[in-house]
């Protein structure tokens, strides 16, 4: 895996573009600003837009430029001030970061980017790299979530959304400095009309780190999102994320300075498609595809002539990959139901190199991994109100903005059935083995 300078060189044409339109706008003057405001809403919670009152899950919503005011550059530090998050950081900035929710495991947390999965196989998931450059808002779901994102959900959801663009051509770009020879460089551009919208952006971080030698950490971020929406009631989107990081360790297993060249690479893909169609009032189908890759390196050599003792070198090889389709109907019942129903297909495959010398010898493994796996959901969210209270109720909102308790009544249930056909190593698939993680189990049921 070859360092990334040529995207550091794309990156800082693409920051120039972007100055230049921001000069060319400042000539044209200012549009007032749009007053209006909208009431929020919730996605992750259902999987369809809802607004935030009526959503029954726990449900925390981070705003993008609230965490861009704050000067937070990362998801895993915006995390940290969610109830029942808990974040830890393995050593200096790139170190292993995983989120625990509610007590559960790191792999119980599923973590998307506009709808793309991001975790392994397995559910294991670094933050490491996850930035909060050109980021919307951060949605988190607590509690179980099988029913709707399958067995990574066992103890919540965390989904990141990017900005969309709108109105004329516009840009912005950023660039600030701090200690440890920190320097951190953003910039995107987006505009959009009713029929397209678009938005790319990229960013840099890159620091020397806390330890005096061999600490140095870099991360370039390329995003890029365009919508399509043909009539109101037909729409299609394009989401892409391409990230690579690479990060210098000098410490060992227990936090000891001992080594001068130990590094890690890592480059990462995420890119989805997903196309709507209102077929009738009250009815819409969903369809989506996604792809998420990641290829690491583990570059270990011994520190020089003289290091011979025990393992003084190791190095690996690592590729991920996650493939789904996804289709869901919604549907709106009588009696203010709606039903949503769908099913899902992935594929992953995990592949591995890694080769260890040491005072006993050299070694060498390698093994390659492969999952299918099929999954049919049927979740309802059904809320049931007053009829002679309704129009009382928006009168109260608007005047008093207090609802009283007895005016709506919310439930949300749920059923869905998963399975995987094979699992294992190349050569040798076992069908329904008992796995956990994304790759799920024979014949399980999950409810919520």
Same mark, same amino acid.
């Given at each position: 895996?070859?360092?990334? %300078?040529?995207?550091?060189?794309?990156?800082?044409?693409?920051?120039?573009?972007?100055?230049?339109?921001?000069?060319?706008?400042?000539?044209?003057?200012?549009?007032?600003?749009?007053?209006?405001?909208?009431?929020?809403?919730?996605?992750?919670?259902?999987?369809?837009?809802?607004?935030?009152?009526?959503?029954?899950?726990?449900?925390?919503?981070?705003?993008?430029?609230?965490?861009?005011?704050?000067?937070?550059?990362?998801?895993?530090?915006?995390?940290?001030?969610?109830?029942?998050?808990?974040?830890?950081?393995?050593?200096?900035?790139?170190?292993?970061?995983?989120?625990?929710?509610?007590?559960?495991?790191?792999?119980?947390?599923? @973590?998307?980017?506009?709808?793309?999965?991001?975790?392994?196989?397995?559910?294991?998931?670094?933050?490491?790299?996850?930035?909060?450059?050109?980021?919307?808002?951060?949605?988190?779901?607590?509690?179980?979530?099988?029913?709707?994102?399958?067995?990574?959900?066992?103890?919540?959801?965390?989904?990141?959304?990017? !900005?969309?663009? %709108?109105?004329?051509?516009?840009?912005?770009?950023?660039?600030?400095?701090?200690?440890?020879?920190?320097?951190?460089?953003?910039?995107?551009?987006?505009?959009?009309?009713?029929?397209?919208?678009? *938005?790319?952006?990229?960013?840099?971080?890159?620091?020397?780190?806390?330890?005096?030698?061999?600490?140095?950490? /870099?991360?370039?971020?390329?995003?890029?999102?365009?919508?399509?929406?043909?009539?109101?009631?037909?729409g299609a989107r394009v989401t892409a994320r391409y990230g690579a990081s690479e990060y210098h360790y000098p410490t060992d297993g227990v936090g000891a300075v001992?080594?001068?060249?130990?590094?890690?690479?890592?480059?990462?893909?995420?890119?989805?498609?997903?196309?709507? !169609?209102?077929? /009738?009032?009250?009815?819409? @189908?969903?369809?989506?595809?996604?792809? %998420?890759?990641?290829?690491?390196?583990?570059?270990?050599?011994?520190?020089?002539?003289?290091?011979?003792?025990?393992?003084? *070198?190791?190095?690996?090889?690592?590729?991920?990959?996650?493939?789904?389709?996804?289709?869901?109907?919604?549907?709106?019942?009588?009696?203010?139901?709606?039903? /949503?129903?769908?099913?899902?297909?992935?594929?992953? !495959?995990? $592949?591995?190199?890694?080769?260890?010398?040491?005072?006993?010898?050299?070694?060498?493994? %390698?093994?390659?991994?492969?999952?299918?796996?099929?999954?049919?959901?049927?979740?309802?969210?059904?809320?049931?109100? $007053?009829?002679?209270?309704? /129009?009382?109720?928006?009168?109260?909102?608007?005047?008093?903005?207090?609802?009283?308790?007895?005016?709506?009544?919310?439930?949300?249930?749920?059923?869905?059935?998963?399975?995987?056909?094979?699992?294992?190593?190349?050569?040798?698939?076992?069908?329904?083995?008992?796995?956990?993680?994304?790759?799920?189990?024979?014949?399980?049921?999950?409810?919520?």
């Amino acid at each position: 895996m070859e360092p990334t %300078s040529v995207a550091d060189r794309w990156l800082g044409v693409v920051l120039v573009a972007i100055l230049i339109t921001l000069v060319a706008e400042g000539s044209q003057g200012q549009e007032p600003a749009d007053t209006a405001r909208l009431e929020p809403v919730v996605v992750t919670a259902n999987r369809m837009a809802t607004p935030a009152a009526e959503v029954t899950a726990a449900v925390s919503v981070l705003d993008g430029r609230d965490l861009e005011a704050r000067g937070i550059a990362t998801v895993a530090d915006a995390l940290r001030d969610v109830v029942a998050v808990n974040v830890v950081r393995n050593g200096s900035h790139g170190g292993l970061t995983s989120a625990f929710v509610r007590g559960g495991e790191g792999d119980y947390v599923k @973590v998307l980017v506009d709808g793309v999965p991001i975790n392994e196989p397995g559910g294991t998931i670094d933050l490491a790299h996850l930035t909060t450059d050109n980021v919307e808002r951060i949605e988190i779901v607590r509690g179980p979530v099988s029913v709707l994102y399958g067995s990574d959900a066992v103890s919540g959801v965390i989904q990141i959304f990017t !900005r969309r663009g %709108s109105g004329a051509l516009h840009g912005d770009a950023s660039v600030r400095a701090g200690t440890y020879t920190s320097v951190d460089a953003n910039g995107g551009i987006a505009g959009g009309a009713d029929v397209v919208d678009y *938005a790319v952006a990229a960013a840099r971080s890159q620091t020397d780190g806390i330890y005096e030698s061999n600490n140095e950490y /870099s991360n370039t971020v390329w995003n890029g999102t365009i919508g399509v929406s043909v009539d109101g009631r037909s729409g299609a989107r394009v989401t892409a994320r391409y990230g690579a990081s690479e990060y210098h360790y000098p410490t060992d297993g227990v936090g000891a300075v001992v080594d001068d060249n130990a590094v890690q690479r890592r480059d990462e893909i995420a890119a989805g498609i997903e196309a709507r !169609r209102e077929l /009738s009032t009250g009815v819409e @189908v969903r369809a989506a595809l996604a792809l %998420s890759q990641a290829d690491s390196e583990i570059d270990d050599r011994p520190d020089g002539p003289a290091d011979t003792l025990g393992y003084y *070198a190791y190095s690996s090889v690592r590729r991920t990959k996650r493939q789904s389709a996804d289709l869901r109907a919604h549907v709106q019942l009588p009696l203010m139901t709606l039903l /949503s129903v769908g099913g899902s297909l992935e594929w992953q !495959r995990e $592949h591995a190199e890694e080769e260890t010398a040491s005072a006993y010898g050299p070694s060498a493994a %390698s093994n390659d991994r492969r999952g299918l796996c099929r999954a049919s959901e049927r979740p309802a969210r059904t809320t049931f109100r $007053h009829p002679r209270r309704a /129009s009382r109720r928006q009168q109260r909102v608007r005047h008093v903005r207090v609802l009283p308790w007895r005016c709506q009544l919310r439930v949300t249930h749920g059923y869905a059935r998963s399975g995987d056909r094979r699992y294992g190593v190349q050569g040798a698939h076992f069908p329904r083995t008992l796995c956990r993680g994304a790759v799920r189990t024979g014949e399980s049921r999950t409810s919520a």
